[in-house]
């Protein structure tokens, strides 16, 4: 199985941008150039919303999100902010929906990343992040399941880190808290799984975060960079190795309790997923642990 993962292995990190997406559309229809990520940061806040399919759920989180942002803009005029929506290759209204918000609220607030082709939550996210000009930088998911205004939340787990080695820090909204509540409401299939998943997370790859998977993670731009070029898994177990980068680049990680809600519509295919996530853990170990993957500063045991 080593040795499988190791000659299967895609060597670098997926970090190409075709010319499309090198450019994003303003309010006023035309074309600006993406910031690299090599720039300094030039805003307090960048949210990040991958969004494939979204048209029926995005409005809700976009909605919910900036009224929040702006809100807090009034109270304090030195915060500063931006929201990603990455459109993920979607084949529905998604990019329409989104770009009525960036001509409500200006192309500095809202922009809009159309994706050639769908890379997958993870690749999303990150093309996402390079885009970003936030001295911190969130993951959010576009289903809204999590309030908007536990940013605060998390924003207090990223501060309890402090100081932050290198600048880098990761502050993780958790859903453990609500686990007893929601195994009632699910099928004893469904709960096998998901302790099943959690056990090969643990085993395999990260031992100190309870839930790897909730969808709202807050970063230091340093830490935010530093991780994801060198991600490789674009999917749904992306989370995880991001984790796994972090525990052996040895960025302290907060895990906080969020509020969270499940919103019809998931993307995620009970049985075949999960045997997509349990197979990526796999690989993740055996991959850095053979050396086929890299981490760029400190080598991982």
């Known amino acids: 199985i080593s040795m499988i993962a190791h000659v299967t292995a895609r060597k670098m990190p997926n970090l190409h941008r075709y010319e499309e997406e090198k450019f994003f559309v303003n309010a006023g229809g035309r074309k600006e150039s993406v910031p690299s990520r090599h720039d300094p940061p030039t805003k307090e806040l960048s949210v990040v919303v991958p969004s ?50 960036c001509k409500k609220y200006g192309s500095d607030k809202v922009r809009v990343l159309s994706l050639v082709k769908n890379r997958g939550k993870g690749g999303a996210v990150r093309m996402g992040v390079f885009s970003s000009r936030g001295k911190k930088i969130l993951m959010a998911d576009a289903d809204g399941a999590t309030k908007f205004a536990d940013i605060e939340k998390v924003e207090e787990g990223l501060k309890s880190l402090q100081p932050w080695p290198n600048q880098m820090a990761i502050s993780c909204g958790s859903r453990a808290h609500l686990e007893k509540d929601s195994i009632a409401k699910r099928s004893y299939f469904r709960t096998l799984l998901m302790y099943g998943f959690h056990f090969l997370v643990w085993f395999l790859c990260v031992r100190e975060i309870r839930d790897t998977q909730c969808g709202f993670k807050l970063l230091t731009r340093e830490a935010a960079l530093q991780t994801f070029q060198t991600l490789h898994i674009e999917r749904w177990a992306f989370d995880v190795e991001l984790l796994y980068i972090a525990q052996c680049l040895r960025i302290p990680v907060a895990e906080v309790a969020v509020n969270w809600t499940e919103i019809e519509g998931s993307k995620l295919v009970p049985f075949w997923s999960w045997l997509q996530m349990g197979r990526d853990l796999l690989f993740i170990r055996l991959r850095y642990m053979t050396g086929a993957w890299q981490l760029e500063t400190r080598k991982c045991n």
Do not use: C, H, W
């Open 52 to 101: 494939y399919n979204e048209e029926d759920r995005l409005p809700l989180m976009m909605d919910e999100a900036l009224d929040y942002l702006e809100k807090r803009q009034k109270r304090d005029p030195s915060f500063t902010y931006e929201v990603i929506v990455v459109n993920d290759g979607s084949k529905d209204q998604t990019e329409k929906v989104a770009m009525k918000y």
